[in-house]
C-alpha cells in the first residue's frame, strides 16, 4: 500500500499521560492516523511495559499498545515536571490522563491551568467511575465494570456464575469511545475555538453496548438471564463441536438463514411448526434445534462442515484461535494483521487498526519504544539541552 497520502490526523499532538490500557489504547488509534503522539511515563515505567506475556523480559502487549508513540519520562508532581508537561501542553492539542480524580488538580495541572496555558486543548480524563458522582474516587478498573456494567451477570451457562471476559473488555470500548470522544470535541473546536474536557468513566461504554436490557426491565420489569452460549431472541444459536474436536459458531439471526440451517441439517420438517416463524418462539424450542444441529455438525469434519454451511448461504464461523487468525486468508487479506520489525524482538505481528479508510489510510511505522527512548528528542523541542537533561535526570525529574 503507498503512504504517500497525507496523514489524516498528521499535525495533532496527543499527550499521552495515561496508564494501562483504555487511555493509552485510545492514543494509538490517534496514533495510527498520524497524530504526533507522547508517551509521557514515571520513570518506573507504565506497569503496561510488564502486563501479561513477555520474551526474553521485554513485554509484547507494550508493542501493540504503545505503537507509533514517542516515549518521555517526566515526573508530574515535580515543580520542574509540571512547567515541562506545561510547556508540552501549550501547543498540544489533546491530553489524556487516567489519574484518580484531583490528581492534576493536586499537583497543579488540572483544567483550570490546562485550558489557561491552551485554551484550545482537549483534556480526555479516563477513570473508572468518572470525574463526578459517588463512586468518582474509587479505583476503577475494566474488570470492576464488567461486572456493574450488567455484562458478567447475563454472561455464562444458566446454571453457573456470573462470567468475566478473559480480556480487557471493558477497557478496549472505553478506548474506542474515549478516541471517538476525542475527535467530536475537536471537530467542535472548529466552531467554538475552545477545547472542552472529556470524561469518560469504563462503566458507561460496555454498558451502552448491552443493547434493550434497561429498557426492557423499566418497561417490563424482565432481567436478561444467563443463557450460555444460546440466545433468547433466536434459535439455533450456539458453539458446537465437529468430529475433529474442533469448533463452529452458529447464528439464525434472520429467519431466512434459520430455514436454510434446517434444511442443510436434515431437519426441514421443522421450519413448517407454527413456532418456528419467530427468533423468539425458536428460542423456546432450542433443545430441539441444537439437537437437529448438533448431531450434523457432530458427524462432520470442521471444514467440511463451514463448507456446506457457505454454499447453503447459512452464517457459520470457526471457532479461532490466535494461531487460526494469524494463519487466516481472509484477515490477511484485509490487513488486519501488521508486521513490523523491533529492535529488540525481530519481526513481530500484531492487529492493525480496527478499520480501513479509502484516502488516508492508518500507518503503523514502529512498535511500542524503549522507556525514555524520546526523552531528549521532546525536551530538546521545548529548548531543554544535554547539560539541562543530565540535571533533571539527578534531580528525579526524568
Known amino acids: 500500500m503507498s503512504h504517500d497520502h497525507p496523514a489524516a490526523l498528521g499535525g495533532l499532538k496527543v499527550l499521552d499521560a495515561s496508564t494501562l490500557f483504555a487511555g493509552p489504547l485510545a492514543a494509538t488509534l490517534l496514533g495510527d492516523h498520524g497524530a504526533d503522539v507522547i508517551k509521557i511515563e514515571h520513570p518506573r515505567g507504565d506497569p503496561a511495559r510488564t502486563h501479561g506475556s513477555q520474551k526474553d523480559g521485554v513485554g509484547l502487549w507494550w ?4 505503537r507509533n ?13 509540571r512547567e515541562l ?17 484531583g490528581t492534576l488538580e493536586r499537583w497543579g495541572l488540572g483544567w483550570e491551568e490546562l485550558s489557561a496555558r491552551n ?24 474488570t470492576l465494570a464488567e461486572a456493574m456494567s450488567g455484562f458478567a451477570a447475563m454472561t455464562g451457562e444458566p446454571d453457573g456464575p456470573p462470567t468475566l471476559p478473559p480480556f480487557g473488555l471493558a477497557d478496549g470500548v472505553a478506548a474506542l469511545t474515549t478516541a ?8 467542535a473546536r472548529e466552531t467554538t475555538g475552545r ?7 469504563i462503566i458507561e461504554p460496555l454498558l451502552h453496548l448491552l443493547g434493550p436490557g434497561l429498557i426492557a426491565y423499566d418497561q417490563l420489569g424482565v432481567l436478561q438471564p444467563r443463557t450460555g452460549n444460546r440466545s433468547t431472541n433466536n434459535a439455533p444459536r450456539n458453539t458446537y463441536q465437529c468430529a475433529d474436536g474442533q469448533w463452529v459458531a452458529v447464528s439464525t439471526s434472520a429467519h431466512s438463514i434459520a430455514e436454510r440451517v434446517m434444511r442443510l441439517v ?51 464461523a470457526p471457532i479461532y484461535t490466535a494461531a487460526d487468525v494469524l494463519a487466516d486468508p481472509h484477515f490477511n487479506a484485509l490487513g488486519s494483521i501488521v508486521t513490523l520489525d523491533d529492535e529488540e524482538l525481530g519481526p513481530v505481528r500484531f492487529q492493525n487498526t480496527p478499520f480501513r479508510l479509502s484516502d488516508t489510510p492508518s500507518r503503523i511505522a514502529t512498535t511500542g519504544p524503549r522507556l525514555g527512548a524520546h526523552t531528549a528528542e521532546v525536551l530538546g523541542e521545548l529548548g531543554v539541552d544535554a547539560e539541562e537533561l543530565e540535571s533533571l535526570r539527578a534531580q528525579g525529574v526524568l
Open 266 to 316: 436434515g431437519a426441514p420438517e421443522l421450519i413448517d411448526e407454527p413456532w418456528f416463524a419467530s427468533g423468539a418462539s425458536r428460542a423456546e424450542h432450542v433443545e430441539e434445534l441444537d439437537a437437529a444441529v448438533g448431531s450434523w455438525i457432530a458427524a462432520r469434519n470442521r471444514d467440511e462442515v463451514v463448507d456446506a454451511f457457505e454454499k447453503a448461504e447459512a452464517a457459520v
Open 180 to 187: 471517538f470522544a476525542i475527535m467530536t470535541a475537536l471537530r
Open 119 to 142: 485554551p484550545e486543548l482537549v483534556l480526555a480524563r479516563v477513570t473508572g467511575f468518572g470525574q463526578t458522582g459517588p463512586y468518582s474516587s474509587r479505583p476503577g478498573f475494566g
Open 85 to 101: 508537561f506545561l510547556d508540552l501542553a501549550a501547543d498540544a492539542d489533546v491530553v489524556i490522563e487516567n489519574f484518580r480524580p
Open 63 to 66: 508493542k501493540m499498545l504503545a
Open 195 to 201: 477545547g472542552q474536557v472529556v470524561d469518560t468513566a
Open 69 to 81: 508513540k514517542r516515549a518521555i519520562t517526566l515526573v508530574l508532581s515535580t515543580p520542574r515536571g
